[in-house]
């Protein structure tokens, strides 16, 4: 597929029309990283699209090098296709709240500068402002690529899998995320995705996020740890953070009913000042 191509795009979707809610994975997985938000956000009535981004899981592989703008862009192009296509869209019914976990949350905060009339609010777990902030993260970044094409998919998630969680995960939830990231990477995405974050540093860029945003990190998280969601969250204006007890880097899966609670609790929030807001510009 071509950077922005919806046509090679596998997009999971759940809920019927209601105000959408795309999910943008991990480096290290695919639209299955979010079955455990998908129910909930249905039940509370949210159209949940997942995708499965360029070369990961069933979408087709990139033709050419993709940039974390392509990326951008392409969830963009997610947002505008769902929209129109939505039953009840309206004139305001125009954006979308976005949750982005890991390299996915790097995603959305370039999506949300790059197309701000897109993004009703963020939700950014346990990532980062990219492997670009220093030379030995972006050299470390890269060395991923030759170390997957040398082990196999499936070696490389036995190796790195059971990382992204805490030490006292259950063996069950472990062997879960290692086949989820062995069924969804593949060398030609995962070698674009990991170039997109090691040429990437949004600290610059933090303060152009309109969105409000709500920041979670798991407690235990081993991979980008608090310190950088920290950084993303002093960066933004319009943000909360929170640390998720008990949870390792992949805090959405390891603790989902505390995640499914903070997110659907900004997602609330979010919906009512805008409500309140509208109801005065007309009352105005």
């Known amino acids: 597929m071509t950077a922005h191509d919806l046509a090679g795009l596998h997009l999971a979707e759940t809920g019927d029309d209601g105000p959408l809610v795309l999910c943008l994975h991990g480096i290290g997985s695919s639209s299955a990283a979010f079955a455990p938000q998908t129910g909930a956000l249905a039940a509370a009535g949210h159209r949940v699209v997942a995708w499965d981004a360029p070369g990961y899981g069933k979408s087709a592989d990139p033709d050419g090098d993709l940039t974390l703008d392509d990326y951008a862009d392409t969830a963009a192009a997610v947002i505008r296709a769902r ?18 976990v890991s390299w996915g949350g790097v995603i959305a905060l370039r999506l949300a500068t790059r197309h701000p009339e897109l993004v009703a609010s963020l939700t950014v777990a346990d990532s980062t402002p990219g492997s670009g902030t220093s030379p030995e993260k972006a050299a470390a970044m890269r060395a991923r690529v030759p170390e997957l094409e040398r082990l196999g998919p499936r070696a490389f998630a036995e190796e790195r899998g059971p990382r992204l969680l805490s030490k006292d995960a259950p063996p069950e939830l472990v062997r879960r995320v290692v086949d989820t990231m062995a069924d969804s990477i593949r060398p030609p995405g995962y070698r674009q995705a990991a170039e997109s974050m090691a040429a990437t540093d949004l600290r610059s860029e933090l303060a152009e996020v309109t969105a409000p945003t709500l920041v979670l990190c798991g407690e235990k998280d081993r991979i980008t740890g608090p310190d950088a969601s ?8 319009r943000t909360a953070y929170v640390i998720v007890k008990d949870a390792g880097h992949l805090a959405n899966q390891e603790q989902p009913e505390h995640f499914n609670a903070w997110l659907l609790s900004h997602l609330h929030i979010v919906t009512d000042n805008r409500t309140r807001t509208r109801n005065r510009t007309r009352k105005g």
């Open 83 to 100: 929209v129109s296509a939505s039953a009840t869209a309206t004139a305001r019914a125009t954006e979308a709240h976005v949750v982005g």
């Open 230 to 237: 920290q950084v993303l969250a002093g960066g933004l204006h």
